[in-house]
């Protein structure tokens, strides 16, 4: 990793322009709102994209790296793509590859053969490819659409250089999950402390519920148990220098983590380390079990139609009064544009259109698990999950982009290996053992 990454003073830690994204996400439930709300005073960024202008023909056709591998997303991105070329005359070809594979390849990928455009998320992962020269810089395109975001949009978009590579889509809370009847029937109250929380979570076990769905054969499912743990025990601005190595990982903060989440685990389910995401998921659907922690992208587009009304959530409750709820994962997804793509004029017309409120209100006709951020969306479908979500993050003083974004690729991969071994064998000697080979770990990755 290069010397100037490695030093890097992270945009998202910059709890203000956190804050006006989730700002953002609450405005745009209200047709019309978010551009005399948000918009800043400039219009867009410099018409200078600072790289390599493209190449190739203009009306394309194109080919789109995708990640959107589950049948839910899958169609919501089609649809997307769909009026994207409708609109711009460029034909797009989605290559669409398993979610877990496409991110665990990525730099593969890009320094390679990559698609003209690809799925990817904001946070330190794009800024870490965008820092090795292998993301195209989209200034000229956000001179475009500019105008369409608010500064923490603008912000979570940028590289450590300055420039735009990423235009966004949506965000999405990682929160508990329930469904509406089994806490009906039972007689179960959301729980708002730790102490509440492991009393319901001992109830539900007593009823012949395992209390709270987990799977972590996929890696990073349970590097969002860390990030809220971490959150509410020690706060926002300690994750965040965590995530950059400014704090240690045998700081006595972290065994705390890991102290409480081993208090935890006797009300998790068993056997995550061979379990998927989408498993644990269908034993909450199936009432089998009584919550789950994870994203709204997951769980939410993982239900069956039939069964999303009884779909609920509360935020993860409080641990530390110092902190309460103020923080939460809310990941933002969008598109880059990779250095070696073959048609980057007719990839940067889709780019055009995919950073407007039009295109933000097509995919939300068919996703309904996410929220969008574009200034004068309007939002044609939010259900009840969608606008409870659009409330949650908002109501957040920070939000974090979740681990596997937050830091280092090189570090994340590290901590879900120590993660999985801790989820096997929750003991206090593996605690001393993951938080001592951590450190280790981070003072080479974050020196190299």
Known sequence: MSDSLSRYSAPLSRRSALRGLAGAAALAAVPGALTAACSSGDQGASSSSGGDSGGGNASGPITFGSNYSDAAPKGAFAALVDAATAKSGVKVTVNTVDHNTFQNNISNYLQGTPDDLATWFAGYRLQFFAAQNLLEPLDDVWGKIGGNFNDAAKSLSKGIDGKYYLVPIYNYPWVVF???????????????????????????????????????????????????????????????????????????????????????????????????????????????????????????????????????????????????????????????????????????????????????????????????????????????????????????????????????????????????????NPAPATVESLQKSAEDQAKTIFTA
């Open 178 to 424: 329930y469904n509406k009847s089994v806490f009906q029937q039972k007689g179960y109250t959301v729980p708002k402390t730790w102490d509440e929380f492991i009393t319901l979570a001992k109830k539900m076990q007593a009823d012949g519920l395992v209390p709270l769905a987990f799977a972590e054969k996929d890696g990073w499912p349970a590097l969002g148990t860390f990030d809220i743990l971490n959150l509410r025990i020690n706060g926002y601005d300690y994750h965040i220098k965590l995530m950059k190595h400014e704090v240690p990982w045998t700081d006595k903060g972290v065994t705390a983590v890991f102290d409480k989440w081993r208090e935890l685990m006797p009300y998790l389910q068993n056997g995550a380390n061979g379990r998927i995401w989408q498993d644990a998921a269908k034993a909450l659907e199936n009432k089998q079990a009584g919550m789950m922690f994870q994203g709204s992208n997951q769980v939410a587009a993982n239900y069956s139609a039939a069964n999303l009304a009884d779909l609920d959530f509360f935020p993860y409750p409080v641990i530390n009064s110092e902190h309460g709820q103020d923080y939460m994962d809310a990941p933002t997804d969008g598109f880059m544009l990779p250095k070696k793509a073959k048609n980057k004029d007719a990839a940067k017309k889709i780019l055009e259109y995919l950073g407007t409120g039009d295109a933000e209100s097509t995919f939300l006709k068919t996703d309904q698990w996410d929220v969008g951020i574009a200034n004068g969306l309007t939002a044609p479908t939010y259900n009840e999950i969608q606008k409870k979500s659009v409330q949650a993050i908002s109501a957040c003083k920070a939000v974090s982009q979740f681990m596997d974004r937050d830091t280092v690729p090189d570090m994340a991969t590290a901590m879900i290996k120590l993660i999985q071994g801790f989820v096997d």
